[in-house]
Every structure is written in structure tokens, then in C-alpha cells.
Nanobody, 129 residues
Framework: QVQLVEFGGGWVQAGGSLRLPCAAS????????MAWFRQAPGKEREFVAA????????YYTDSVKGRFTISRDNAKNTVDLQMNSLKPEDTAVYYC??????????????????????WGQGTQVTVSS
């Protein structure tokens, strides 16, 4: 079992940066691939980025490549999303998620919301133009 809490959301002007930490409880955190998803008003939840259980592999949706960075610290039970060069279209509620299976990510990083079994409550990010 993993419980997740996101922090760091807020308001920022276009071109600015935000860092979203996600704190996890549970002894098995280091066994799970982790991901960030987001959901804008009136839209479906979409994949943003994922990182393997050991942090060696990452994957990003095309729209954030080169701007966002996902990282994790298994000793501290945290996974962060660093967001740079933010755009108004990045405005959404951002969710931290933990994989539903152990030790995935060496050859395949899950990127469907149905593949993730644990979710945080979400944090709002608003980017103004």
C-alpha cells in the first residue's frame, strides 16, 4: 500500500517554473514505478511523465519533453516534477500516481491511468498568459 500527497501547486506566469513534490508513505515505495498525470477542466486525465522504480528510466509525453523533469529519491520516499518554461496549456490539476505492479520500468514504463493503482489528491497548477 502506498499513500501519496502532492505539494507545490500554484499560480505562475507563462515562461515561469514550478516544482511539484510528491511524498509517499509505505515501505514499498521504492518498488513502484511512479508517474505524474494531469487533468484540465473539461478534459480527460492525461499522462505527463513516468519514472522506473529504480530511477534509471524516464518517459515523457511529447508536449512536455525538454521542459519537465521527473525525478525520485527512494531514500526520502519522494517523486518530484520540475516544470520549466510553463505555458497556459499546462494549466491543470496534477496528480502523482504509483504503479499497480512492482518493479516495472526497466523495459516498459506504464503510461495509462488504468495501470496505476495509487493516486494522490491532486494539486492545481495555473499558468497565466
Amino acid at each position: 500500500q502506498v499513500q501519496l500527497v502532492e505539494f507545490g501547486g500554484g499560480w505562475v506566469q507563462a515562461g515561469g517554473s514550478l516544482r511539484l513534490p510528491c511524498a509517499a508513505s509505505g515501505r514499498t515505495f521504492a518498488s513502484y514505478a511512479m508517474a505524474w498525470f494531469r487533468q484540465a477542466p473539461g478534459k480527460e486525465r492525461e499522462f505527463v511523465a513516468a519514472i522506473s522504480w529504480n530511477g534509471r528510466n524516464t518517459y515523457y509525453t511529447d508536449s512536455v519533453k525538454g521542459r519537465f523533469t521527473i525525478s525520485r529519491d527512494n531514500a526520502k520516499n519522494t517523486v518530484d516534477l520540475q516544470m520549466n518554461s510553463l505555458k497556459p496549456e499546462d494549466t491543470a490539476v496534477y496528480y502523482c500516481a504509483a504503479d499497480s505492479q512492482f518493479y516495472r520500468g526497466n523495459s516498459y514504463l506504464p503510461r495509462l491511468s488504468t495501470e496505476y493503482g495509487y493516486w494522490g489528491q491532486g494539486t492545481q497548477v495555473t499558468v497565466s498568459s
